[in-house]
């Protein structure tokens, strides 16, 4: 499966972006999907997953209550809806695909490319 996230940009902080990762090459909805986020000298770290069915979404404790992971698998799609943002969401966001929501929040098999989420102070 192939991945194409974007979205990112730059944003004051207690602004909102949505990030979108389109995919293409398997059965989107056979997989399940994730967002990581990674900063310069950091391990990759994980953000929120959603099952195949968009009805188990998880995230990581510093996002809950702010981020949203959904899903359109009409649309190849999988969303991440960023509200409340804070400048230590700053990262470069990956989208990931798994077969299993336990492989998509700890080894995804599939990564996308990032997109730069900056937030201002």
């Known amino acids: 499966v192939q991945l194409q996230a974007f979205g990112g940009g730059l944003v004051q902080a207690g602004g909102s972006l949505r990030l979108s990762c389109a995919a293409s090459?398997?059965?989107?909805?056979?997989?399940?999907m994730g967002w990581f986020r990674q900063t310069p000298g950091k391990k990759r770290e994980f953000v929120a997953a959603?099952?195949?069915?968009?009805?188990?979404?998880s995230y990581t404790d510093s996002v809950k209550g702010r981020f949203t992971i959904s899903r359109d698998n009409a649309k190849n799609t999988v969303y991440l809806q960023m509200n409340s943002l804070k400048p230590e969401d700053t990262a470069v966001y990956y989208c990931?695909?798994?077969?299993?929501?336990?492989?998509?929040?700890?080894?995804?098999?599939?990564w996308g490319q990032g997109t730069q989420v900056t937030v201002s102070s």
């Open positions: 990931a695909a798994d077969k299993q929501l336990v492989g998509v929040t700890n080894y995804p098999d599939y």
């Open positions: 959603i099952n195949y069915a968009g009805d188990m979404p």
């Open positions: 090459g398997r059965t989107f909805s056979s997989y399940a």
